[in-house]
């Protein structure tokens, strides 16, 4: 039985247990009645703060009020008119505005969604028209949705494929470069290096193995579509590759004609300091998807692309619910915020953030490692530091005794905390969020 905090929670739960699917990940009994900004209250009137930002949606807080506005004002005029049949002014400004933002210097144009895992088959359906081609690589660690499609893609847990048979045959796994626990630097190459290429470089070992084994031994390039990555592997543990890796697996596809699919769902919309993690890295997609903080909160998603990939006919993929006109007013709000004030936040805070998270990591020695990019960050439990071993159960007694002392986490991958607060988080919270990650590690 959980640990609760109030009694009107516990009835809730108890109440939830009989009528709602056992299949949702329900870490702590957590029972929200409202929330504003990154301060949220349950039913029983206690207050947290909110560092999981709804599995990082809440980009701009919990009600901000000019995104409240926004749906407000959208809903008295009409609250649904497909946009795959029909037109309507505010999903064509919303279109605009994210080709304009998008990272791709040539052209671009957009299909909206209701979700990151409808954005990521659309992702899919677009690179097997385009191409002609139906092969595709994607990493272990990797979470892309739990659809059929998307699930063929997705590596990061085994329950999310056990009993789902077949899924997509056509895709093959990698490891995903990880500095903290390297797999393949150092791998023995087939053929001498160039000057370009080191082995002792995870990322660039990571290319070479899909190069030379992959592509080498088992996929013929020219039947493979595209490659789909996240710039920083979210449920994976929130892994950020090395400098090397992308430029390196831009170049691979580039040689051999095949797509750079990202999947920005969680990463994306300011999370980093940039509008998608991918700007860090210096390199552009063909392909990208998008949702979580798009729209604050309201369900949206889209996959961009270039508009020279763009040429499938009319109903070879859409969606009713997709691009909803509130959810679209809501988004449009969202982006301004973003854009005006708050992704220079989440550069300032983030960066605040890792350096008081580096120096818990010089007093505990279970933080193994704290990596992350702006206001997307993870810390991974571990046994000690010489074996590196994964700690889950202290990990999961973090997360659960922060919930108790008034904090919201989320774990990610086998071991890691993750810290993705509102981008409108200030220093003072920041600081009382650590001062009960202190207490809570202390106490363990």
Not at 33 to 61: C, H, I, K, P
Not at 108 to 130: C, D, H, P, R, W
Not at 327 to 335: E, G, M, P, Y
Request: charged share 20%; aromatic share 8%.
């Amino acid at each position: 039985m959980p640990e609760f905090r109030g009694p009107i929670a516990q009835s809730y739960v108890e109440r939830d247990c009989q009528v709602v699917s056992p299949s949702y990940t329900r870490g702590y009994p957590f029972v929200m009645a409202r929330g504003q900004g990154t301060e949220v209250w349950d039913v029983d009137g206690n207050r947290y703060l909110d560092f999981s930002s709804g599995v990082a949606v809440t980009a701009t807080g919990h009600s901000h009020p000019d995104v409240v506005r926004a749906i407000k004002d959208q809903a008295e005029k009409f609250l649904h008119m497909s946009g795959t049949d029909f037109y309507y002014p505010v999903q064509i400004e919303l279109a605009e505005y994210l080709t304009r933002i998008a990272p791709m210097s040539e052209p671009s144009q957009v299909f909206f969604t209701n979700s990151g895992a409808e954005s990521i088959e659309a992702a899919i359906k677009l690179a097997l028209y385009a191409t002609n081609r139906h092969y595709f690589i994607a990493f272990y660690g990797a979470f892309h949705g739990r659809t059929m499609g998307a699930l063929a893609f997705t590596a990061s847990k085994p329950v999310h494929r056990s009993y789902f048979i077949p899924t997509m045959p056509s895709v093959t796994h990698v490891p995903y470069p990880n500095p903290y626990r390297p797999v393949l630097s150092g791998y023995g190459c087939l053929h001498p290096p160039d000057d370009s290429l080191h082995p002792q470089d995870e990322g660039e070992a990571v290319v070479r193995y899909i190069e030379e084994v992959v592509l080498g031994r088992k996929l013929p390039s020219d039947e493979v579509a595209g490659i789909l990555v996240e710039p920083i592997q979210g449920e994976g543990g929130y892994v950020v590759p090395p400098p090397s890796f992308f430029p390196a697996l831009r170049k691979l596809c580039d040689r051999h004609g095949i797509l750079l699919i990202l999947d920005e769902v969680q990463s994306g919309m300011g999370r980093t300091g940039k509008w998608f993690a991918i700007e860090h890295e210096g390199v552009e997609p063909d392909i990208i998807a998008i949702a979580k903080g798009i729209a604050s909160g309201l369900p949206l998603g889209a996959m961009i692309a270039r508009k020279s990939l763009m040429t499938w006919p009319s109903g070879a993929h859409a969606s009713t619910f997709g691009g909803n006109p509130v959810s679209c007013a809501a988004s449009l709000a969202t982006l301004r915020l973003l854009e005006r004030e708050m992704m220079d936040n989440a550069t300032e805070m983030g960066a605040y953030l890792m350096r008081r998270l580096r120096e818990m990591m010089t007093r505990y020695p279970i933080i193994g490692d704290v990596r992350g990019r702006g206001l997307m960050v993870g810390i991974e439990i571990i046994k000690d530091p010489v074996s590196k071993a994964r700690d889950k159960v202290l990990r999961d007694r973090i997360v659960h005794n922060a919930f108790l002392h008034g904090l919201l986490l989320l774990g990610a991958g086998p071991n890691t905390v993750r810290l993705v607060p509102p981008l409108n988080v200030t220093q003072p919270q920041i600081d009382e969020a650590l001062t009960i990650l202190t207490h809570v590690i202390e106490a363990l």
